[in-house]
Nanobody, 121 residues
C-alpha cells in the first residue's frame, strides 16, 4: 500500500525557520506533481507550493520569497523549507502527491497525515 509520511512540524517563534519533509512509501512506479497545502482553523485548505516532475515550482503569493519547495526523486520525498515565519503561517500542513502505484496504469492522489506548524508572535 502506498502512503505518505510527513515530519518536521513544530512550534517556532516569528522570524524562525522550519523544514517539512514528506516521503512516499510503498510500491510506486512514478511520481508526478508534489505539493504542500495548509489549513488554518476556520479556513479552507489552500495550496502553499507545488513542484512538477521537471522541477518547476509555483507558490502562493503569501509565501513567495520565504518558502522553498524541493524534491528528491531518488528518495520519493518532497520538502518545504520555511523561513521568516509569521504567526499567520500557523496551520496544519499537508503534503499532496500524485503518483502511479506499481502495476497500476493510472495515477492517484495521496495526502499526508498533516503536521502542525505553530508560529508564536
Amino acid at each position: 500500500q502506498v502512503h505518505l509520511v510527513e515530519s518536521g512540524g513544530g512550534l517556532v517563534q516569528a522570524g524562525g525557520s522550519l523544514r517539512l519533509s514528506c516521503a512516499a512509501a510503498g510500491s510506486i512506479s512514478s511520481i508526478d506533481d508534489m505539493a504542500w497545502y495548509r489549513q488554518a482553523p476556520g479556513n479552507q485548505r489552500e495550496l502553499v507550493a507545488l513542484i512538477t516532475t521537471g522541477g518547476s515550482t509555483n507558490y502562493a503569493d503569501s509565501v513567495k520569497g520565504r518558502f522553498t519547495i524541493s524534491r528528491d526523486n531518488a528518495k520519493n520525498t518532497v520538502y518545504l523549507e520555511m523561513n521568516s515565519l509569521k504567526p499567520e503561517d500557523t496551520a496544519v500542513y499537508y503534503c499532496n502527491v500524485r503518483l502511479m502505484p506499481y502495476r497500476i496504469s493510472r495515477t492517484f492522489e495521496y495526502w499526508g497525515q498533516g503536521t502542525q506548524v505553530t508560529v508564536s508572535s
